[in-house]
């Protein structure tokens, strides 16, 4: 069964650095997302991205992130500035679209654990 | 925004005996879908639930949306170790692209 793939699987970085959190998603998936969940706490929609434009972001994703398709395969997050309080699990998560889109279920890759130090 | 309450928050059972955990808000939903999460991996997918008052199986796992499509709950009968993990329920998000999550029931179910 086809999956989505997040790598690193775990990345240290200091603060104050950028990091790109890597991300393929199912091929035939039309909507790709990034959730984060620190430890412990729940699951939080960061953005949705559809036909190569964000169409949703919550108030988490300000301007130290952006999400990126480079090459219609790939989805990446990315962070230009890191704070402590970043350090989470990030989540890439990709979804078809069919006539009931809105009951489509998300598939979620393993996550990418972050550590900022 | 929906808010979405879980509960129980923690639920720490023995092999073989049943159990019942919720998932509600005072919100109605056009559908919720229920994710299973195991440590070191993303949410997986459960079931989703469409219609009010449907009920659902899936092998030992029952789950029901309620008439008003408020809640929901899901139903283990006769638990095993492998049922261990993080149940998040989520519902669709203001704008219908994303998904909203809950807290979550983490179960352990003991040998």
């Known amino acids: 069964e086809p999956e989505v793939t997040q790598t690193p699987s775990h990345q240290v970085t200091q603060m104050g650095q950028e990091v790109i959190l890597h991300c393929v998603p199912i091929?035939?998936?039309?909507?790709f997302y990034w959730y984060r969940q620190i430890l412990g706490q729940k699951v939080e929609f960061l953005v949705s991205?559809?036909?190569?434009?964000?169409?949703?972001k919550s108030e988490i994703f300000d301007d130290q992130f952006s999400v990126e398709r480079p090459d219609g395969s790939n989805f990446t997050l990315k962070i230009r500035s890191t704070k402590l309080e970043d350090s989470a699990m990030y989540f890439c998560?990709?979804?078809?679209?069919?006539?009931?889109?809105?009951?489509?279920?998300?598939?979620f890759g393993n996550g990418t654990r972050l550590t900022v130090t | 925004t929906q808010l979405l309450e879980q509960s129980p928050q923690f639920l720490s059972i023995q092999e073989g005996e049943n159990l019942t955990v919720y998932c509600n808000s005072s919100?109605?939903?056009?559908?919720l879908q229920w994710y299973r999460q195991e440590p070191g991996e993303g949410p997986v997918l459960l079931v989703t639930?469409?219609?009010?008052?449907e009920v659902k199986k899936l092998k030992r796992l029952t789950f029901q949306f309620g008439d008003a499509r408020k809640d929901s709950s899901l139903h283990i009968t006769a638990a095993q170790p492998g049922d261990t993990g993080l149940y998040l329920c989520?519902?669709?998000?203001?704008?219908?692209?994303?998904?909203?999550f809950g807290p979550g029931t983490r179960l352990s179910v003991l040998p």
């Open positions: 998560a990709s979804r078809t679209r069919h006539q009931s889109s809105y009951n489509s279920p998300l598939h």
């Open positions: 091929s035939n998936h039309l909507y």
């Open positions: 991205f559809y036909n190569n434009e964000i169409s949703e």
């Open positions: 919100s109605v939903f056009s559908s």
């Open positions: 639930v469409v219609t009010g008052g």
């Open positions: 989520a519902v669709p998000g203001d704008y219908g692209q994303n998904f909203v």
